[in-house]
Nanobody
């Protein structure tokens, strides 16, 4: 069992930045690929970014490419999402997720999920 705890959400103006963190309750390096998803009110949860177990492979949804960066510190069992040039359409609850294996998965087939952190971008 892996528990994931997100932090770093908040209210920011358009064009601003936030860095989300997700810390796991146990070692994830070498075992779990990690991802960030988001869910806006009234919408389905959508994939945002993926990072492989060693942090070498990364993948993003087109709408955040060039603005968001996913990274991980395996010494701290923590994954980050640096979000720059934020837009009102980025407003959502952001979730991190963990999945055993190396395959890039952009749907909801993840083994563990955090409770989410709210990101609100105001114009």
């Amino acid at each position: 069992q892996v528990q994931l705890v997100e932090s770093g959400g908040g209210l920011v103006l358009t064009g601003g930045s936030l860095r989300l963190s997700c810390t796991a309750s146990r070692r994830t390096a070498g075992t779990y690929a990690m991802a960030w998803f988001r869910q806006a009110p009234g919408k389905d949860r959508e994939f945002v970014a993926f990072i492989s177990r060693a942090g070498v492979m990364k993948y993003y949804v087109d709408s955040v490419k060039g603005r968001f960066t996913i990274s991980r510190d395996n010494t701290k069992d923590t994954v980050y999402l640096q979000m720059n040039s934020l837009k009102p359409e980025d407003t959502a609850v952001y979730y991190c997720a963990a999945r055993a294996g190396s395959e890039i998965i952009t749907d909801l087939r993840y083994d563990y999920w955090g409770q989410g952190t709210q990101v609100t971008v105001s114009s």
